[in-house]
T-cell receptor
Framework: QKEVEQNSGPLSVPEGAIASLNCTYS??????FFWYRQYSGKSPELIMS????GDKEDGRFTAQLNKASQYVSLLIRDSQPSDSATYLC????????????FGAGTTVTVRA | GAVVSQHPSRVICKSGTSVKIECRSL??????MFWYRQFPKQSLMLMAT?????????EQGVEKDKFLINHASLTLSTLTVTSAHPEDSSFYIC??????????FGPGTRLTVT
């Protein structure tokens, strides 16, 4: 079982719609959870971090964490063509010397 | 927000030569930095963890004598690819971890070995 799993996509949504990205993790001891956005040919950019159960909103982005289900998600509201990118879910574990474990990424395409 | 720089952004070198890549945290101190490699359309692969003032910790399968890492200060880590070969051509990305355990990535260095 992979440490962090994401739907590989690609996920195609029309402009203005909500894009929903899912991520599950295997280690119940995981502490911190992050979403990164990576444009083609560029390095990842941190867009959201979440540490406790519930929702966290930042602009058009909402991260949701459910530790009991070992599930974290990212919602992108009012999707724009500029949101077209690969989104990486990352999980931090003390047991892994505080190194991030990354999912394979979900590629999102927003259709104009 | 936290800013991490990398230099150079792009480098082309001949097979057998060495290349040094610098990673700097510009507005925060990073006791820990990480070096990743990414091949086209693949996910990030962690190569090593760089701790200020101590030896780097390499991931399994990464040759420490080929990929030399030095973390000389709280804001600077360097990766030297020694005796580079065409198969070392890749996108090398560093990241720095802040006090809140959030990790910020540099813009990456695209290495091409001819």
């Amino acid at each position: 079982q992979k440490e962090v799993e994401q739907n590989s996509g690609p996920l195609s949504v029309p402009e203005g719609a909500i894009a929903s990205l899912n991520c599950t993790y295997s280690d119940r001891g995981s502490q911190s959870f992050f979403w990164y956005r990576q444009y083609s040919g560029k390095s990842p950019e941190l867009i959201m971090s979440i540490y406790s159960n519930g929702d966290k909103e930042d602009g058009r982005f909402t991260a949701q964490l459910n530790k009991a289900s070992q599930y974290v998600s990212l919602l992108i509201r009012d999707s724009q063509p500029s949101d077209s990118a690969t989104y990486l879910c990352a999980v931090l574990r003390i047991s892994n010397d505080y190194k991030l474990s990354f999912g394979a990424g979900t590629t999102v395409t927003v259709r104009a | 927000g936290a800013v991490v720089s990398q230099h150079p952004s792009r480098v082309i070198c001949k097979s057998g030569t060495s290349v040094k890549i610098e990673c700097r945290s510009l507005d925060f101190q990073a006791t820990t930095m990480f070096w990743y490699r990414q091949f086209p359309k693949q996910s990030l692969m962690l190569m090593a963890t760089s701790n200020e003032g101590s030896k780097a910790t390499y991931e399994q399968g990464v040759e420490k004598d080929k990929f030399l890492i030095n973390h000389a200060s709280l804001t600077l880590s360097t990766l030297t690819v020694t005796s580079a070969h065409p198969e070392d051509s890749s996108f090398y990305i560093c990241s720095a971890r802040d006090i809140a355990n959030e990790q910020y990535f540099g813009p990456g260095t695209r290495l091409t070995v001819t």
